[in-house]
Every structure is written in C-alpha cells, then in structure tokens.
C-alpha cells in the first residue's frame, strides 16, 4: 500500500469548469506578474486549482502551470496515479507524465519549460524538492504566493456556498453544547463529544477543538487538558473543521456554567460590542486593517485594549486560516468575495477569557456572517 498518497473521495470537488476558469486566471495572473509558469505541489493550492487532494512526501507530484495558457502538465509517480483519479485533472485534458523510481522527476519539470524561464512555486513545497527542484531548472524559483493570494483571496460562488454549509454546520453543534458542557466533565472528554458531533453535523473531520475552561480560557491557543469544568467556570469554545470539497468552518462562542459576576458579565457585554462593531465595518473598499481597528479601538477605550492579545481575524477557505489577514498594519482593501473571521477576545491570565468569532463574506454593500448563533455570554445549569 502506499505510503505516499490519499485519493479523494468521490464528488469530493466541484465541477470541472471551476478548476478550468482557476487555471485559466492562474495563467493570466502568472504572466502579469513577469511569470513563465507555476509550480505547484499538494497541498490547498492543487485542490484549489485542480481538485486534488493528493499528499506526497519523497515522490515529487507537481503541476506545471504555463503562464501562456498552453496546457498545464502534472508530473507524478506512476504508482500514485490512482491519486489523481477524483481530481478534475482528466477532464481539464491535462498533460499527465508519470514516473517511476530511478527516473527524476526534477528534470520532467525542467523539460516542460523553455531555459532560462522565471518560475514561482508555491509557500507549501517541501525543500526536499524544492532544492533539487531549483537545481534541475538552473535557477530559484521565486514564491507563487502573491500569485495565488489573488486567486484564492475571492471565493467564487461555489465556495461561498461552500462555506455558507460549513457555518451552518458548526452552528448546529455550539447549540449543542449544553448537552456537553456541564459541571464535573474534564475538557478532555467534552472535546471527543464535540468532535463526534462536528462529523455528525456535515463536516468531514474535526480540524481543532478548543475547550479553554475558567483559567484556561485566558490562553487563546489552549486546547483541551484533563481540567475538570467547576461552577462559576467561563468556557471558550473554538471549534471547526472542513465540508466537502474542504472548505472549513470556525467559530467560536463563550459559555458561563452559572450565572456570571458582574464584573464578567460587564466585560463581556464590551467583547460583544466590539465583535459587532468589527462586523459592521466590513465592506468593499475598507481597509483589513481597519476592521481590526474597529473592535481593538472600542476595547481600548474602554480599559481592556491590554487584554485583546491578537489580531481580529484570518481568511479561510481550502485552509483554515489564510489571507486576508485582519491586523494592523495590513492596508490591502476589502473585495466583495472575501471571506475571513471577525474574532475580538479578551483574556485575564489565571482567571477566564472569552472570545466571539464570526466568519463573514464581504457583500456588495457589508458582508455576510454564516454564523447565527447567538453572541451573548451563554448561561448553561451547574445541575
């Protein structure tokens, strides 16, 4: 059996006129970047570009992206051709040119492209091929990132569809949730209930779980541990994972076992105004960091900007967080067809955190949230 890669599973993509107008603008957008081709190995820009999800590790599978728009070549392995057979590559009529162990694959790419050609390769590619990779050719390739940002920064109808079920699937769980948190249970075993019912709810799998309790909740990047959920404990709950064909969900909502203090009560009430003014910024034409502004600057004048410890938000799609990122100092400005999160948090190392996530799509006019959920601090029974 192989080692090397995961064939996809059947339907697991859109149609292939998508992958067919995704690798027509790659061209396009490669040559008016002063590009001859791309280089792309698996990873989210080949399910992107062509529907697969093939992995590989010391087996070069890489595509050939001409910049001229003549056809795009796939170099692979003979063994792990089977890899490609649920992706899109058949019906693009995409040169395929299989390999087999004693013959380089380095210099199959290297043959398809003229000398001397300027080539970028996307973030994901191994050094274990890049390196001989830009040995064969005869120079170093440059990053494809800027690239392929502007492809996969403004999701098409279909993946906003896409990501439209992924909200309404992980909303489906948080309004699970009272049946799982509850007084006495570890994180632990509240994670493996919430992970059976992220896949019981439409998604694939469980890409990351997050139950920060009480003290926990104050570490924006905590997972789970053996803790076990006391009284009076405010609960960050950070959940999400891919639908098919891989695109994901994220959200995030706080939960108090008991009522709150007032104290709690009134600094989440600020998290909450600052979540929704960061929300009410998004349009076309603003800047990332703006958005980022616009929650951070509400918190801050309220005493808590020392609290919020992260940017607002990340673009998601085929990957859980990519760009556009919402930080300060990013001035790239909103396009209708942008997706990422809206996610302010306030955390008091030692005693609690909380934390509100929203993944929103700039619209013509605003945007549009796929998470419904309510935002308020939710209120479960300690009995």
Sequence with gaps: ????????????????????????????????AGLDALLITPGPDLQYLVGSRASSFERLICLVVPADGSTATVIVP??????LTDSAVSD?????????????????????????AATAVDDAMPALHFVPLASSIGQVPVL????????????????????????????????????????????????????????EEGHTDAAFIIVGSGPHGADPHHEVSDRVIEAGDVVVIDIGGPVAPGYNSDSTRTY???????????????????QQAAVDAVRPGVTAESIDAAA???LAAEGLGDAFLHRTGHGIGLSVHEEPYIVSGNDIRLTEGMAFSVEPGIYFRGNWGARIEDIVIVTADGCESVNLRPHGLTVLPVD
């Design 144 to 199: 494809a990132t800027d690239v392929l940002r502007r492809l996969r920064m403004i999701k098409d109808d279909a993946e906003i569809e896409a990501l439209r079920r992924a909200g309404q699937a992980i909303d489906r769980v948080h309004a699970r949730m009272g049946d799982f948190l509850r007084v006495g249970r570890t994180e632990a075993a509240v994670a493996a209930d919430i992970g059976a019912a992220i896949v």
């Design 78 to 83: 003979r063994l792990e051709l089977a890899a």
């Design 296 to 298: 951070r600057d509400l």
């Design 256 to 274: 108090v076992l008991g009522e709150p203090t007032p104290e709690i009560a009134a600094q989440y009430a600020l998290l909450e105004r600052a």
């Design 1 to 32: 059996m192989s080692s090397d890669s995961t064939s996809e599973d059947p339907g697991a993509r859109f149609p292939s006129e998508i992958y067919a107008s995704r690798l027509s603008r790659a061209a396009q957008y490669a040559g008016e």
């Design 92 to 116: 693009l009529g995409l040169q395929i040119t299989d390999w087999v162990d004693g013959v380089s694959p380095y210099e199959l790419v290297s043959s398809t492209l003229r000398q001397g």
